[in-house]
């Protein structure tokens, strides 16, 4: 006996109708090499087809001011910038100031290890010492032999004396024997005595001669110890001199830009004082000391006006004026340059020294000018007698002659021209010609100048 469920499985072969196979779907590939002929067609209609007329782009011609600038860079730093350093040699014993540290001038800032300078004070002292006493020596002994002078030369004078009285005795005692009146024998006796007062006469002077010689001498003797009391006491004043400059102190009135030694340091003054600080004097006052071009210096006055940024700023711009153009050149590989002084006030203290100025000073400036983009200069850059190319009302580019004036690179003004404000010129990206030959479509834009249509030819 069967079961339904078997009876039903047995039966449903005969109940369904048999399965109908469906045609394939390939309606797809149709429309996709449609789209294919579509594009092909559209692609070489463009590139075969005749294209569209191309319009000239122009410019407008304006009113506005015009101005002539230099382009330079430069170091900002203190009006004042003073290196501290040091005259002796030694060994850093204490700091008293450091990175942006405000001083006064006369302030100890820092000192060195005096023991090796004392020292050597105490010896010059002791030197000086030793030459006064000297000097007193042989002061008493220049008196002593002024003595001897006194007396040679009283001796001396004793015996002219003695010689002059033995003169006369003998002049007398030849007188008498002429007479009679005294024997030959005493006249040789005065004569001998006579003789016997020039001997002593002579040797009186040569003691005197002798004492004068050693007075001289003892004079001498006492300058020299003058003199050498005169060196020691220099000594004496150099020592202390040295002494006083182990203390470093401020030179002037500002702040500490750079410290250069710790404690402990040995710093050596040779034919170069090593720099121990670097004090700017008042950061509220700064320059820039800006490098101009050989090309560009005979342009620049003090009356120029000046304007620079600093990196640390970008949207700030600082004025300045210049106070000098110094006639030294600096050469720089081959180039040349001078160096242009700019003074700037600092009250907020935003400029630091060391940072990189780009300075623009103006140099020449027009106001309410006819101007005209650079752009409409066909040939050349703008120069007197420039041209123009203005359109035709058949569509033709016709040359306009012109003067021109200053130029700030990207306008220039109009000196002598048929154009008024307002009027609009081709640029100078249109390359038309006057005898009708093809135009060709500007690929730049510019301030002022109306776009041109897309052109027919993608290809």
């Known amino acids: 006996m069967s079961t339904p469920t ?15 196979p469906k045609p394939p779907r390939r309606w797809w590939l149709a429309a996709l090499a449609a789209v294919i002929t579509l594009a092909a067609a559209y692609a070489a209609w463009e590139y075969f087809g005749t294209p569209a007329a191309p319009v000239t782009p122009t410019v407008e011609i304006r009113r506005g001011d015009v101005r002539q600038t230099i382009s330079a860079t430069g170091k900002v730093q203190a009006v004042t910038t003073v290196q501290v350093g040091t005259q002796v040699s030694g060994t850093v014993s204490e700091l008293h100031a450091d990175f942006n540290s405000r001083v006064k001038a006369g302030q100890i800032i820092a000192r060195l290890d005096p023991s090796q300078i004392d020292a050597q004070l105490k010896q010059s002292k002791a030197s000086l010492a030793a030459a006064e006493a000297n000097v007193a020596s042989s002061q008493n002994m220049a008196n002593s032999q002024q003595a001897g002078v006194l007396s040679a030369k009283a001796n001396l004078d004793r015996v002219d004396a003695v010689v002059l009285e033995a003169e006369r005795a003998y002049q007398n005692t030849l007188r008498l024997v002429k007479e009679g009146v005294t024997p030959a024998r005493q006249a040789q006796t005065d004569e001998a005595i006579r003789l016997q007062s020039l001997a002593q006469k002579a040797q009186a002077a040569a003691q005197y001669a002798q004492a004068v010689a050693q007075a001289e001498s003892a004079k001498s003797q006492l300058e020299q110890a003058k003199a050498q009391a005169t060196q020691a006491r220099a000594a004496v ?18 702040v500490v830009i750079s410290r250069n ?18 004090i700017a004097n008042d950061l509220t006052k700064m320059q820039v000391l ?15 006006a000046v304007t620079f940024t600093v990196d640390a700023f970008p949207r700030e711009t600082f004025p300045g004026h210049i106070s000098q153009i110094r006639l030294a050149p600096t050469v720089v590989q081959n180039v040349v340059t001078y160096t242009a002084v700019v003074e700037v006030a600092n009250p907020k203290l935003q400029l630091k020294p060391g940072m990189t100025a780009t300075i623009t000073a103006t140099v020449n400036e027009r106001k309410n000018v006819l101007l005209v983009p650079n752009a409409a200069f066909r040939a050349k850059a703008p120069s007197r007698g420039s041209t123009l190319w203005q359109i035709a009302p058949d569509g033709q580019l016709q040359p306009i002659k012109v003067k021109v004036g200053l130029s700030d690179g990207v306008s220039t003004e109009l000196l002598e021209s048929p154009f008024k404000e307002g009027d609009r010129i081709a640029t100078s990206t249109t390359a038309q010609g006057t005898s009708g030959d093809q135009k060709k479509q500007a690929t730049g834009t510019f301030p002022g100048a109306a776009p041109a249509a897309p052109r027919g030819r993608r290809f």
């Open 261 to 278: 030694v710790d404690v402990g340091q040995t710093v050596a003054a040779s034919l170069q004082a090593p720099t121990l600080f670097l």
């Open 6 to 20: 078997m009876e039903a499985v047995a039966i449903k072969p005969a109940i369904d109708p048999p399965a109908v």
């Open 290 to 304: 800006a490098d101009i071009d050989e090309a560009d210096v005979g342009q620049l006055s003090p009356e120029s």
């Open 237 to 254: 004043e150099v020592a202390a001199v040295n002494l006083d400059r182990t203390i470093i102190r401020a030179p002037i009135d500002g």
